[in-house]
Nanobody
Framework: VQLQASGGGSVQAGGSLRLSCTVSGRTFERYVMGWFRQAPGKEREFVAR????????TYEDSAKGRFTISRDNGKNAVYLQMNSLKPEDTAAYYC???????????????WGQGTLVTVSS
C-alpha cells in the first residue's frame, strides 16, 4: 500500500485548504484512513480518522467543527477539508492507513509523505 498526500500550502488565518491522499492497492476500502500532523519539535498527533465505509469519523478536539475528513473509495482517495485555519495548525500533515481503528500514530502501518501547511497570522 502506497499513499501520496498533496494539497498543502500557505494561507492566512481564517483561510481554507483541502488535503488529498491517494492510495494504491486494490483493498483501499478495507482500510481505516487517518490524518496526522507534526509541527517542528513536536510529536506527530492525531487529527482525524474515517472508517472504511466513510460512515464514521472522529476528530481531535481542536479540529472539531473546522476540519472534515471524507473518502471516495471509487477513487482510492481520502480528503481533509480544513476551514478557519489558525497559525497553530501549521504543521506537516500525513495521511495514514491501517485495518485497525486507532488514534495513535503507532497504530497505523502505512504512511504517506507529509504535505506542509503553513498558516500565517
Amino acid at each position: 500500500v502506497q499513499l501520496q498526500a498533496s494539497g498543502g500550502g500557505s494561507v492566512q488565518a481564517g483561510g481554507s485548504l483541502r488535503l488529498s491522499c491517494t492510495v494504491s492497492g486494490r483493498t483501499f476500502e478495507r482500510y481505516v484512513m487517518g490524518w496526522f500532523r507534526q509541527a517542528p519539535g513536536k510529536e506527530r498527533e492525531f487529527v482525524a480518522r474515517i472508517s472504511w465505509s466513510g460512515g464514521t469519523a472522529t476528530y481531535e478536539d481542536s479540529a472539531k467543527g473546522r476540519f472534515t475528513i471524507s473518502r471516495d473509495n471509487g477513487k482510492n482517495a481520502v480528503y481533509l477539508q480544513m476551514n478557519s485555519l489558525k497559525p497553530e495548525d501549521t504543521a506537516a500533515y500525513y495521511c495514514a492507513a491501517d485495518r485497525a481503528w486507532g488514534v495513535k500514530a503507532s497504530e497505523y502501518a502505512y504512511w504517506g509523505q507529509g504535505t506542509l501547511v503553513t498558516v500565517s497570522s
